[in-house]
Structure formats: C-alpha cells, structure tokens
C-alpha cells in the first residue's frame, strides 16, 4: 500500500505538495461538493476544525464531480463558494476524481486501507438507489462527504459515510481517540 503522505497533490490554488507537509497532525480527509444536499457539512467540518485545530487535527477538503455532477465549478469558484458560503478556512485541495479507474491516487491508497465505511452505508445506498441513482459498491467511495481519518503517522484509522455529520459522535470519538484526547 503506498504511504499517503508521499502522494502528489495539488493545493486549490495551483501549489503542488503532498500530505506530508502535515506530518504529525491527525487528518480527517473528505470529498466535498458545492452543490450537494450534503454540502451544508462544511459548516460542520469548519466547526470542527475550529474546535480541533489547536489540538492537531487537519481537515483537508478534496473536491470530486463523481457523483450527480455536484461539484463542476473550477477550482478557482470551488475556493470562492467555500469562502464566501461557508468561511471555510481548512486546507482545500484541487478537484480529482475520487472513485472508478481513475481515481486519484490518494483515493486508491485510503479506500484500499479502509474498504468499508462506518455509519450504516447501506441504507445511504437505498437512499440512492431508491432515488434513481446507481450507487457504488464497497470499497468504491459512496458519495460525497466520505470521511477517511487518518492517524498522525499516516495509518487510515477509520472511514466514515457521508451521511455521518462532522458533529457525530462516533465521528468526534474517533478524532478525539487519535488526537489523544
């Protein structure tokens, strides 16, 4: 499996790096989306990382147009939405597709470290499907908002559905158990 801390990627605003440059921080790695019945978790997300920061968790936000074409804007309106409609001030990254053959490597590393979410993914994916939309099958990245937390050496420690908010104590038990909390 590759150590997801040497894998390129490119900041929303054009800097290329890797997750590296957060080396020693707990890091809660999300795809987000701007036009998602989801996407009022990046208030939440934001909370939390205000609350968290200080602490040494990282939020990294990764925008994805895999599902529904929810996320189309370019990376430079993705930041602007996330600035203006949210007061997002967590790490964005540039849009990459998170699911299928051409996953981002990133998201080959953490979906193969963790192939099954917390949070009762099946009954999102009935949601889905009861609604018309073909929905991907484990260890595929379900949807929009999937949470990978991963541990400050680097290890994936736990996956999250979408469905499970940013505020959810499962989700926060689990941050605050890396954190040391």
Known sequence: MADIQQIPVTTIDGRDTTLAEHD?????????ASQCGLT???????ALYDAKRGDGLEILGF????FAGQEPGTDDEIAAFCSTSYSVS?????????TGEGKHPLY???TEAA???QGDPDAFRSILNDAGIDAT????????????????????VGRF?????????????AIDAELGR
Do not use: C, H
């Open 24 to 32: 020693g921080k707990v890091l809660l790695v999300v795809n987000v």
């Open 40 to 46: 009022p978790q990046y208030e939440g997300l934001q």
């Open 63 to 66: 925008p994805a147009n895999d």
């Open 90 to 98: 967590f790490p964005m990254y540039s849009k990459i597709p998170v």
């Open 108 to 110: 080959a590393a953490l």
């Open 115 to 117: 192939p099954e979410a």
């Open 137 to 156: 099958e484990a260890p595929e990245v379900l949807w929009n908002f999937e949470k990978f937390l991963v541990a400050r050496d680097g290890t994936v």
């Open 161 to 173: 559905a979408p469905a499970v908010a940013p505020d959810a104590p499962e989700l926060v038990a």
